[in-house]
């Protein structure tokens, strides 16, 4: 037994504790690493020097016009008809208008607010339909404005966009 006044030697602790240490630092490792890979940015898809958005032709230009003139003047029968409201005719108007300049320019316009499409200075005819007759019969109070000339402010972009 050693004397009182001798010093003793350090604890020494076991080649488990070492290897668990080191497993630790290797799962904290391996856990950046993959928090990395999964919020990095993708890769884009296409070629590279091929466009992101490739315009249509003529052709499908053609049809794409005439579909949706066909689906404006379904929503103006239905409104004649009586069976369809003003404010939801001018709702399907706008819907319609804005999926026309996404098929037709590839610009999602769907999901745009009119400030983002003044933003980003598409055709003043779809500002002016937007403006003058679907958001004041779609977001105000009060009566909405005749669907009739929503349909002629629809016609004027489908037959008129770039």
């Known amino acids: 037994m050693p004397a009182p006044d001798e010093l003793y030697p350090p604890a020494q602790y076991g080649w488990g504790w070492i290897l668990v ?3 630790i ?10 928090l ?3 919020t990095r940015p993708k ?16 052709d499908v230009l053609a049809q794409l016009r005439t579909e949706y003139l066909a689906e ?17 005719a001018n709702l399907e108007l ?18 745009l607010a009119l400030d983002d499409l003044v933003a980003r200075g598409v055709d003043p005819a779809l ?17 909405a404005i005749d669907p009739i000339y929503g349909a002629e402010a629809a016609r004027k972009v489908v037959t008129t966009w770039h």
């Open 21 to 23: 240490a080191i497993g």
């Open 25 to 34: 630092l290797l799962l904290l490792g391996a856990a950046a690493w993959l």
């Open 36 to 38: 990395w890979f999964l």
């Open 43 to 58: 890769h884009s898809v296409t070629l590279h020097g091929a466009p992101a958005f490739t315009p249509p032709t003529a």
């Open 72 to 88: 404006v003047q379904h929503v103006e029968d239905s409104y004649r008809s009586g069976n369809m409201r003003p404010k939801q």
């Open 94 to 111: 706008s819907r319609i208008v804005r999926q026309f300049v996404n098929d037709y320019s590839g610009l999602e316009a769907p999901v």
């Open 127 to 143: 500002i002016d339909a937007i403006r003058r007759h679907y958001y004041p019969s779609i977001f105000q109070r009060g009566p």
